[in-house]
């Protein structure tokens, strides 16, 4: 299954700046929150009514009057997904779960990350509620059905254990892939943060391995920064990309 023009926003939450992805199938209004970390409220009144501050980047309407010109029905939030558990992408979940009815998904190898998002929030001097617990794992490789959007999901550790990339599906024009901190415009995820199983010879290893055979007009949502492409990043990443080389990194390992 595959969607066709998907509409697509982003809002940039919290004091890290994390981008926060909401993706509406415009044939049926099925809605999906990837990495709803921080601003709860904002993203509700958005998603709801078009209330408030919105995304800092759309391809759909901006009103109701212009989702009814376009005959897109009203949204419906189908789940919540996250790429993986740092405090800043999964904080507040609990918040928007209190007023979404959805189940939460997340990678099982992110679950003892997950219950130290209070405690790691703290250190940014920061409070967040306490941690959700995921409903449903994914599953690597599986193509995940959430509503009419389906996406693939690719486990891609080294920036945590269980991060994962997430490929929408699309029909009629390249494919989506929210990356969170695996990979970003010409950097990649660190590895060095506690309590987080991060390694960069893992994390190489999955960029290699699962991304980059990825078409190459594929567009990617890193979690922080600016979009980018896989075949651009393939080509110019210097951690990662083609001229990296085998295991020889003259500028580090880190964004």
């Not at 993706?23 to 209330?51: A, M, Q, Y």
């Not at 409903?135 to 509503?147: C, P, Q, S, T, Y």
């Not at 393939?234 to 083609?242: L, Q, R, S, Y």
């Given at each position: ?165 997430l490929r929408l599906v699309v029909k009629d024009g390249p494919d989506h ?68 080389g085998s295991g020889v990194y003259s500028r580090g390992k880190y964004a």
């Open positions: 299954m595959s969607v066709n023009e998907p509409w697509v926003e982003y809002f940039f939450v919290g004091v890290l700046q994390m981008r926060c992805s909401v993706v509406t199938d415009r044939e049926t209004g099925d809605t999906v929150i990837i990495d709803g970390g921080g601003e709860p409220e904002r993203l509700i009144n958005w998603v709801d009514g078009f209330n408030g501050r919105g995304p800092d980047w759309s391809n759909g309407p901006q009103s109701i009057d212009e989702m009814e010109h376009q005959k897109i029905p009203p949204r419906k939030v189908v789940a919540l997904l996250n790429t993986h558990a740092h405090f800043d992408h999964s904080g507040h979940i609990p918040d928007l779960l209190e007023h979404y009815p959805v189940q939460w998904y997340l990678h099982p190898d992110d679950t003892y990350l997950q219950t130290l998002a209070s405690s790691s929030a703290l250190r940014y001097g920061l409070q967040v509620p306490k941690p959700a617990v995921a409903d449903i794992d994914f599953v690597a490789g599986e193509f995940l059905e959430v509503g009419a959007l389906e996406f693939e999901i690719l486990h891609t550790p080294g920036h945590t254990l269980g991060g994962c990339c892939l929210f990356v969170g901190d695996t990979l970003f415009a010409g950097s990649v995820g660190r590895t060095d943060l506690p309590d987080t199983g991060g390694d960069f010879t893992v994390l190489a290893r999955s960029i290699q391995t699962k991304l980059w055979p990825l078409a190459p007009d594929t567009v990617v949502y890193p979690g922080h920064g600016p979009l980018t492409t896989i075949g651009h990043e393939k080509a110019t990443n210097p951690f990662v990309g083609d001229g990296a």
